[in-house]
Every structure is written in C-alpha cells, then in structure tokens.
C-alpha cells in the first residue's frame, strides 16, 4: 500500500497520513505515535485516548516553543511551530468520540494557535463569516495576489474535516499563485459550523453554496462571473450537487468522488469499507443531528447524486484514487457518466504510476493538488504558467 501504515488499523493510518500531507514532521510525529502503537492493536476506537494525549501533548510543547520565539521578536518562526501546534491539535480532536472530556477545550486551543499563526506570520488568509439562513458559516479567504477582479473557488470540507485542513491541503496557495482565490468553509456539519453552532448536514448543498457565492459577488476583488466549486471526500457529494442547482457556478470539480454516499452506508453496515473517524457512527449521528441509527439513515437519504448530474452545464473534473478503501472508484465513474451537459468533463483516476491512489489522495496529495489547480486555472481564466 502506498499509505504510511504505522499502526495496525486503517483509522489511525489515516489520520497520521493526513497531518503528514498538511505539514507535519515526521520525527515529531513518530514521537507521538511510538508511545501509542500498542494500544492501536485494541481497535480503532478503543485507544484513542491515549491518541489524544500523546498528540495534544506535542502541541502544547510547540506552543510553549512559539512562545520562547515571539519573546525573541521571532514572529515568522512562532507561527511556523504554531501552525504545526494547530495540526497536532486538530488531529488530536478529531480522533475523540462526540463528547470526550478535552475535545472542546482541545479544539479551542487548536483554533486559537492557527489564529495567532496567522497575524505573526503575516499570512494570506483570513477569517470570514458567511451568513446563513441560520446562524454563520466560517471560513477563510485567500486572495490571489495582483490588482482588479480575480476567480475565485469554494472549498468545502468533507464529513470530518474543518477549513483548516482545506487550508493546508495547499490548494489555496496553489491557486493564488495561477491568480484565483479560495474560500475554504467550515459548511454545516463540519469545523466550527458543527462543533460550536450546532448546525448539521444538509444534503442540499446548494443552501448554504450559494450564499458562499452570495458573499464572492459583494467583494470588489472577486470577477463574479468566474467563481468555481470543488470538496474533498464528502465534499464530492455536496460540491456537484451545489453545482447542479447553483447556476452562478462557472466551474466545479471534486477531490474524490462521492456519488452515493447513501448507499455507502448500507455498504458500512455489512462492514464493507473503511471508516474516516474512529467512533464513526456516534460521528454521522452527531454531524446529522440524528437521534440514532434510523433517523440518521433517514436523514441521509438524499445524499445520492442519482439524477441530478445533468443539470450540470459548466466545465466538471472528477478526481479518484484507485485504492480508495472508503469510497468505490465505480462512484467516480458514476459521476463522470452522468455529467451529460458539462461541456468538459473529465475523469482522473489516480494510479501507482504516480501516487494519490488512497482517499483523497491521503499517501500523496500533490497530484491531485496540482490537477485541480491547473483545472480552474484553465477553466476560470487563471494562469498555469504557460509562456
């Protein structure tokens, strides 16, 4: 497998795999992790605990490092440590069941590094609210650098991810530099969105997609007739679903498809696949404020892709990692088949032959990373550094 697998369980892999690709450092990270390779032998839920204590942990040090450096006047190195801090943190997070004693402290203090990240090391992002319906979305806005009117991308998290792992999937940095910005949300059931207002899942994603782009066409940096849509792992579901019934998009794309999660479900239930999170059902109940099992499943029902694609009619790139253990490859080619109106579709499906071949390309996301950022390039009128 191309994935780092330290632990015996797919879970745990995959959360050390994701916190590598978002800028951790390998000795740190098997510094936290020799500590607890035993307890992973329990399953993928029983030791995370100990998960948490050894991560959050090595944030707190790196906190205590950023600290000595800003008392130095070294800002530019305090946010380094503070960004890393803010990964340990979040991974730390979210490995724990809804409820664990920590989990909303941890998330607090994750959050507040990141922020203070930001402002000592005069970063290109941020903070926005984007308002709902009910209550907000948070988010943060990357602009692409130069002068006038620029393209700009919705970047949406999946089932467990938050806007800071967007962040540092470094698809913004990657898109500002072919002169398009990028908003990465928090959308209801994820981030903070989830975690401190409660709001949950909607398979409708259009809802809260368009007041995203509600929010683009009022900034006088952003050309509103070039604003694209892509998500990552169930973003693959909310991302062509907004697409299909917000019309103002010019361009979509997914970073894994995820045609029928619904039924990806019923496939969970007979133990088919790999779960994301450790505790995964107490998770989707929680993300889908579902009171249990059936009205979580009914809750869940519309998020099935099945006979909305072709309203799509705007260019649409569907990504997938060939040993995705989570989510069938066959969905992807769903996807692509179904977007019968887009006039350029396109389908990548990723191989040993170059890498990203897991879960959203959780062994080696610069494939994939790269892909989507000369996809809006080429379709929001961008810059892929042709001469």
Request: glycine content about 10%; charged content about 25%; hydrophobic content about 35%.
């Amino acid at each position: 497998m191309a994935l780092f697998e330290y632990f015996p369980n797919y879970i745990w892999n995959l959360s050390v795999a994701i916190a590598m690709e978002s800028g951790g450092k390998i000795g740190e990270i098997v510094d936290m992790c020799q500590p607890i390779k035993d307890a992973a032998n329990s399953g993928a839920d029983a030791g995370t605990p100990q998960f948490m204590k050894q991560w959050a942990a090595m944030g707190d040090k790196l906190l205590e490092l950023a600290a000595e450096d800003e008392a130095k006047g070294r800002n530019f190195s305090a946010s380094n440590k503070l960004e890393r801090a803010s990964l340990y943190l979040i991974t730390a997070e979210r490995m724990q069941g809804h409820g664990h004693p920590g989990r909303k402290e941890t998330f607090a203090k994750a959050r507040e590094a990141f922020d203070r990240s930001t402002r000592l090391g005069q970063l290109n992002r941020e903070r926005v609210e984007i308002p709902l319906e009910t209550g907000t979305m948070p988010a943060l806005w990357t602009r692409a650098p130069g002068d006038g009117p620029k393209p700009a991308v919705v970047f949406c998290n999946g089932l467990d991810s938050n806007k800071e792992l967007l962040y540092w999937t470094r698809l913004p940095e990657e898109l500002a530099r072919r002169g398009i910005s990028t908003l990465c949300v928090d959308q209801p059931g994820s981030g903070e969105a989830l975690r401190l207002q409660g709001l949950p899942v909607d398979p409708h994603s259009e809802s809260w997609a368009s007041k995203a782009v509600d929010w683009l066409e009022q900034q006088p940096d952003v050309a509103a007739d070039k604003i694209g849509m892509t998500g990552i792992s169930l973003g693959g579901h909310f991302a062509p679903r907004a697409v299909a019934y917000e019309p103002r998009f010019a361009s979509g794309a997914v970073w894994g498809a995820n045609h029928n999660w619904r039924e990806v479900q019923d496939k969970r239930m007979e133990r088919e696949g790999e779960n994301p999170v450790p505790h995964y059902w107490a998770h989707v109940h929680w993300a889908f404020g579902a009171e249990g099992q059936e009205d979580f499943l009914e809750k869940s029902t519309d998020m099935n892709l099945n006979g909305h694609m072709d309203r799509i009619k705007v260019p649409f790139l569907v990504t997938h990692g060939a040993n995705d253990r989570q989510i069938s490859p066959g969905y992807a080619d769903d996807l692509y088949d179904q977007l019968v109106n887009s006039p350029r579709r396109e389908k990548v499906v990723f191989t040993r032959r170059e890498g990203g071949v897991e879960h959203v390309g959780a062994d080696n996301m610069a494939y994939g990373l790269d892909l989507l950022s000369d996809w809006f390039a080429e379709t929001l009128g961008g810059n892929t550094g042709a001469a």
